[in-house]
């Protein structure tokens, strides 16, 4: 999209949401607003100003992040494993197929009374949770991608007697690495959603816990900094993976079909 | 293909049994203190005594009643305001973007806002289910009318149906496989923030009872609760599958 037409199609979009912080603003200013639940725009500004000097929600944001990244890596990586497995073992996936259904709808947020018994508080916790919440995605997806692989390459595979190593990365690796990085892109903005939603039950840590405190402390203006904050980097953290998809897999994107 | 289902069968349960085998020997064996992780017999002895007089059957209804409410509404608003948005071309443009924008924002992340507007309250947890369950039904919709083929347009001016005529025969029956989708994933989604709700709030349910058992370190009542939970997703999603296959059957044929 060239920049002109970007500014012709752009302007609308940006209509809605200025006259919102527009009529905010007004509205906050005329009715002469204090309210422990409301903030003008102009308030959340300064009050998001304020936690970032003193370096309150950048610390927050690190530690949420590094949860979700460890988590994420944890959780793809072991759930792209057991699916490659049971992608290219039929038995193990016969096996193995009616108890992974069956675990799969557990919500993850069940299990966060249950690693907090095992571990407490802290960030080996949530990114346990992290990590299992992502797991059966990524079965699902890697198990998929495995069960798409052109038959004859396997048939390759086979004739050459390749062991399962070599066959995992000489065959099967390479031919699923763009939908293992869907995989990942997916995982990365759920796994986002799910560390703000442990930090806001239960864990004392990061950008869940900081809106969280900011509500209980009766500071709206603050409150609201953060919301919009987190709604921000998972907008950033989507748009960069959604970026590099279409750098490393053009085709695949195209086959995405958008 | 008969015979190899009843193999699939077989095997599945196979592993079932030796999954809850490995499970009780990873317990007999002391592996983990059976004070955090209680063996299959120990859960099955919770769950059947909760279910049957205890207080689990009443926080099961109280956690389902939760999460269907707050689905229904959802979907409700969901699909009306995605199906005012996205018939009209310059409504999208000038409302979708927006959406778009909002829609990574984790739905939990709303809760402290909800709590400070509502309270702790039975409303404050409904709103929220609500609030998180809309976003998949109102885009699905929103994109699903978009993407309706322009001749079906076409048509309707030239048979003169009125924008209501249009919604209801052609675009809604055209988004319908998006909407439906929509609508499990929404029910998923409804289920986890009624749990997340309950914790925070501390209203009866599920989300309640498997906090308390954990302070408590009462660990059989806790993974009770989680089988409920998941039990409650996997008939849930079951449910909607089969209704999204039986609406769909006009289109499989059609092909």
Known sequence: MSAAALLKSGWRAALLPVALVVVAQVAATVSHLESDSLASPFDIARA????IADGSLLRATAD????AAVGCVLGVGGGSFLGIVLGLSRIADDALDLTIELLRPIPVVALIPVVMMLLGFGVEMEIVIIALGLLWPAVVLARAAVKEVEPRLMEVSNMLQLSFIARLTKIVLPAILPQLFMSLKLAAGYGLVVAVTVEITANPLGLGYGIMM???ALRPAEMFAYLIWIGAIGWLVSAALNAAQRNFFPAFVKGEGR | ???LSLRKLLLGIGGLVLFILVWKLVTDAKLVSPIFFPGPERTYAALVKGLSGGALLQQTLQTIQ????GWLLASFVGILLGALVGISKRARAFIAPMLELLRPL???AMIPVAIAFLGFSDHMVLVVIAFGALWPMLLATIHGFA?????????SQVLGLSRLEVIWKLALPSAMPMILASLRLGLTISLILAVVGEMLASREGLGQSILAASRSFRSPDLFAGIVILGAIGLVGSRLLSIAERRLLRWQATSR
């Open chain 1, 214 to 216: 900011a509500q209980q």
């Open chain 2, 106 to 108: 984790p739905a939990s």
């Open chain 1, 48 to 51: 998001f100003v304020s936690v």
């Open chain 2, 66 to 69: 939760r999460m269907l409410l």
């Open chain 2, 147 to 155: 993407a309706m083929e322009p001749r079906l347009y076409e048509v």
């Open chain 1, 64 to 67: 949420t992040l590094k949860a």
């Open chain 2, 1 to 3: 293909m008969r015979h």
